[in-house]
């Protein structure tokens, strides 16, 4: 039994034509979306928002408004505020600084086409796709002004997930030469940001960065902070319809089932969390299409305020809640999407949650039962458990820089050189495989532990897939601290870097006994698992190093690792340890010999570590 039916989508697939005009007869209608916003609109007429003014670029700018633009990259990506509603915060994700960044980016994707054929392009065509956030239809428009002022062709994919629109760039007949992703992912629905995308993946920071600095030139020099003409409406387009049939044509024919190849899936119960995000389509589109019973799931209908809980596989709550469905419904399998579904967790058959470590050491068994031998890369925060996990099935285990884009982009780089990389993974549930594009998809992660699964079935075992991580040690302690940086917000990422390289000269002089920076070997990372020694260095987006730490009595017990976060103005310290009372005495020694004697706590407030150090787990 189907826990939904399928959505009507109603809007016809169009090719990359050129620009197209809708017919007059239409009349004025409402433009409606799968988000279920609309807006009047006469068809025959275009969509003004205000027009705007321009100012030379050689004119003087004010620093401020040039970073009003400049503080909305978040690492790979962009976010900030969209709406009214969180204490301490102004909205900064305005339609005319998304307008202009989007605008940089049509023009950054134009001259990249140009360079690379080495003439003048025409047509370049560039889809937008997006969660259910309240705040997306009045971004939409802003997003396809930028591009048409580009000279791009836009295509609206309405209601869309990250993966998806990665995927519009390479399936057909779409074949887009780019593509946009309006989402923030788990955080609050008063936020919202942009993804980008080209056919070679996900942009890195340092290209991100500049389009936003010429976005924040365009912004500072426009005399009116408003949107521009929309001369030409976007093309609507179904996508997810063809992206989940390309997941359909992956189940079937890799399980190819001996009885029924169609639904290779019938006789197996799933329940979906899709937390209100873009994930239902997984449900109707993917698993009833294949066979599955959905019957039990949750949270399917997408909802931009996310009333029931946040849509991510490390909430607890919606962990807690696939939980107690698989359970209740005696299901085979649980999976938990975030808002944008390129991560996901699973709960199995006994109703243990796989995420974390968990979910890295499952794929990594199905990984490497298929690619002997392969490197997994995650960031540093991983276990020691896990390592050993890895290792003693034959794999190696690179540790490198915390941030989805380092993972994913050190995997890349490590195939390049040489080294076999199939897997690469960080703890908050973002994965990619090399079979795959290198792409972080939840619901291609999930599609991987779905025929592993069947195909246990088919071989005659009943354990279900957590029997895969039955030898997965798990850590005895785990601590996350923050310390909030003291200082003017523009200064904040300098003096957070002033911090964590004192961490490093602590540890290389000696001053921590015992504490010593980690490295991984073979993959050329050293130096607390940040520096590549290759002839190709990946520059640093923030700044972060791993301490393994040792002592007389228990050997190596646990690590250290310090990391300054690109979203605020903190600094993110994780501890984990081997042994009970572990982490309690690497916090002192932290705060005592390192914090505390370097002087860096003069502007740093340690109040957690104060806290986590005189009352323990308490804290």
Same mark, same amino acid.
């Given at each position: ?11 016809s697939l ?10 007059? $007869?239409l009349?004025?209608k ?22 705007c ?6 004119e ?6 040039l ?18 509603g ?15 960044i989007?605008?940089?980016?049509g ?29 997306g ?5 802003a997003?396809?002004a ?10 609206d @994919?309405?209601?869309? %997930? ?14 887009? =030469? ?6 923030? $992912?788990?955080?609050?629905y008063?936020?919202n ?10 942009? !890195?920071?340092?290209?991100?960065e ?5 976005a ?6 426009? /005399? ?17 319809s ?6 359909? *044509? ?7 089932h001996?009885?029924h190849y ?31 019973? %959905?019957?039990g799931?949750l949270?399917?209908?997408? =909802?931009g305020?996310?009333?029931n809980h946040?849509?991510?596989? *490390? ?5 807690a ?15 938990v999407?975030? !808002?944008d579904?390129?991560? $996901? ?19 990594s ?8 031998? $392969? ?10 458990g ?33 080294i ?6 960080? !703890?908050?549930?973002?994965?990619a ?13 999930v599609?991987?532990?779905?025929? *592993?699964?069947?195909? @246990?079935?088919?071989?005659g ?9 039955? =030898?997965?040690?798990?850590?005895c *302690? ?23 390289? !004192? ?23 050293s ?13 640093? =987006?923030a ?6 730490v040792?002592?007389?009595?228990h050997?190596?017990?646990?690590w ?12 993110a ?16 020694? /932290?705060?005592?010999? /390192? ?10 407030d ?14």
């Amino acid at each position: 039994m189907a826990a939904s039916t399928s959505p009507n989508f109603s809007t016809s697939l169009h090719k990359n034509t050129p620009k197209t005009n809708y017919p007059s $007869s239409l009349g004025n209608k409402s433009l409606h979306t799968k988000l279920g916003f609309s807006f009047p609109v006469p068809f025959n007429k275009s969509i003004c928002v205000k027009p705007c003014g321009t100012a030379k670029y050689d004119e003087v700018v004010v620093d401020e408004e040039l970073d009003k633009i400049r503080r909305l990259q978040n690492g790979s990506d962009v976010r900030g505020v969209a709406l009214e509603g969180e204490k301490g915060r102004t909205v900064d994700l305005t339609p005319p600084a998304v307008e202009a960044i989007s605008e940089s980016f049509g023009e950054w994707v134009i001259n990249g086409l140009e360079k690379e054929r080495g003439n003048p392009v025409e047509n370049v065509s560039v889809s937008l796709g997006r969660d259910p956030r309240i705040s997306g239809s009045k971004l939409s428009v802003a997003v396809f002004a930028g591009l048409a002022r580009a000279g791009c062709m836009v295509f609206d @994919m309405g209601l869309a %997930t990250t993966p998806a629109c990665f995927m519009s760039t390479l399936l057909p007949p779409f074949f887009y =030469d780019a593509s946009i992703m309006m989402t923030a $992912s788990h955080l609050p629905y008063t936020r919202n940001g942009l993804k980008f995308f080209t056919k070679r993946g996900g942009l !890195t920071s340092l290209e991100v960065e500049e389009i936003c600095d010429k976005a924040a030139r365009k912004y500072a020099n426009r /005399f009116a902070k408003v949107s521009t003409m929309l001369n030409v409406l976007p093309t609507r387009v179904d996508f997810m319809s063809t992206y989940a049939k390309h997941l359909r *044509e992956i189940i079937k024919e890799r399980i190819n089932h001996p009885l029924h190849y169609d639904t290779p899936l019938q006789g197996f119960q799933i329940i979906v969390n899709a937390g209100n995000g873009s994930g239902g389509f997984f449900t109707w589109d993917v698993l009833d299409k294949l066979g599955a019973d %959905t019957f039990g799931s949750l949270h399917l209908n997408p =909802d931009g305020m996310f009333p029931n809980h946040i849509p991510n596989p *490390e909430d607890k709550t919606a962990m807690a809640l696939t939980r107690a469905a698989v359970l209740d419904n005696t299901a085979d399998l649980g999976i938990v999407f975030d !808002t944008d579904v390129d991560r $996901s967790g699973v709960v199995d058959n006994k109703g243990n949650p796989i995420n974390g470590d968990k979910l890295i050491a499952l794929m990594s068994a199905i990984v490497l039962r298929e690619h002997p031998g $392969s490197a997994i890369v995650t960031d540093a925060r991983t276990s020691m458990g896990l390592t050993r996990f890895i290792t003693d099935k034959g794999g190696h285990h690179c540790l490198y820089r915390v941030g989805y884009r380092n993972v994913i982009d050190k995997g890349v780089q490590l195939n390049k050189d040489g080294i076999e990389t199939h897997l690469m993974m960080e !703890t908050s549930g973002h994965g990619a495989l090399k079979e795959n594009h290198f792409l972080d998809d939840g619901a291609y992660m999930v599609v991987k532990i779905i025929i *592993e699964m069947v195909r @246990m079935k088919l071989a005659g075992s009943d354990e279900g897939i957590g029997s895969l991580i039955k =030898d997965l040690e798990e850590p005895c *302690e785990s601590v996350e601290l923050r310390i909030n940086i003291i200082s003017e917000p523009r200064l904040a990422k300098a003096k957070g870097s002033e911090a964590i390289e !004192t961490f490093r000269n602590y540890i290389e002089e000696g001053r921590l006994k015992g504490w010593e920076l980690d490295s991984c070997g073979d993959c050329w990372v050293s130096e607390g698992c940040l520096i590549d020694t290759n002839d190709t260095p990946t520059p640093i =987006d923030a700044h972060m190093y791993r301490a393994k730490v040792s002592n007389d009595e228990h050997g190596e017990h646990g690590w250290v690792h310090m990391r300054q976060s690109i979203h605020n103005p903190n600094i993110a310290v994780n501890l984990q340890s081997s042994i009970h009372g572990g982490c309690l005495s690497m916090a002192r020694a /932290f705060r005592d010999e /390192f914090l505390k004697s370097s002087g860096v706590d003069t502007f740093l407030d340690i109040t957690q570590i104060d806290k986590f150090v005189e009352n323990g787990p308490l804290a």
